[in-house]
């Protein structure tokens, strides 16, 4: 009888250490399950949120339309296809503001411009905007704003143009920088890099200002001919106001088409603005622009 009852007393024993065990694999793979669930909707949303952020070019819509707040009617956008790829882009044309009732000119005196020779142009004519505020200096791009360089201005005073502009306090900013830093024909990732940081920076420093991206603006076809300013071509200049435009949706900027009123039918800037270098603009040409300027805004 002892014998059996030992005999029973080890294979209980048994029994409850096998379901023990299995138990445990049971508990083991459902925590491995849950973890393993847990990690891919992690991923799944840092990688969506990374999406938003770097490939808006290629985020269209099923029906081809864009609503955003910015722009409560729904607009359809022209979609190309970018050369030698099967990837997609905005077309700028379509992503810009629309045209709204005009402003007056005085309404320029609470405006900062920011940008590089083409800007100071705005400022050194006549073009009937003389309240505007300017951080303009020559040969600057993005990435002088963004490294607090030192740059001068027109007069001659030297300064670090974001301390400047948040000095003015202004309520909405137009910038418009690329054509200096673009003219070899290279590639342009850094470029739109240091524009994403500089309009952070300035939505940080100017969280009540309505920034305007405006387009950059085109040459003549010749221009391109030039030493160092085979990136200044039409083409070129089309697919980097692309990324430019979506950059301005993604960063709840509006954007400007200024081609709208520099550019002849083939895309090319107008002869009759054009300076003799191609690219800069002569005071007819700033006339058409500031009309612009005062037809497109959100006031």
Sequence with gaps: MADYQEYRRRILHRRWRRVFIIVALLALVALLSAIGILWKVLHRERVDTVLSQ???LRQVTTDNTWNTVNYPLARQLRVQTLEGSTETALDFRMAAL???????????????????????????????????????????GPNAFVNGTSCKRVDGV??????????QQPKAVYVLLGSNVLGRDTDYTSFLTYYRLMLDMISQALPDAKIYVQSITPVRPEVSAQENHAGLNRDRLCRINNEL?????????YFLNL???LADENGDLIESYAQPDGYHIKPEGYAAWVDYLCSHTME
């Design 54 to 56: 770097n490939t808006i």
């Design 98 to 140: 629309p045209a709204s009732a005009p402003v007056e000119k005085s309404w320029f005196a609470q405006v900062s411009f920011v940008g590089d020779s083409l800007t100071q142009g705005l400022q050194i004519y006549d073009t009937g905007l003389p309240g505007a505020q300017f951080c303009a200096y020559k040969g600057v």
């Design 158 to 167: 030297t300064e670090i143009p974001l301390d400047a502009l948040t000095a």
């Design 245 to 253: 435009a979506a950059i301005a949706l993604e960063k709840d900027c």
């Design 259 to 261: 081609w709208e009123v």
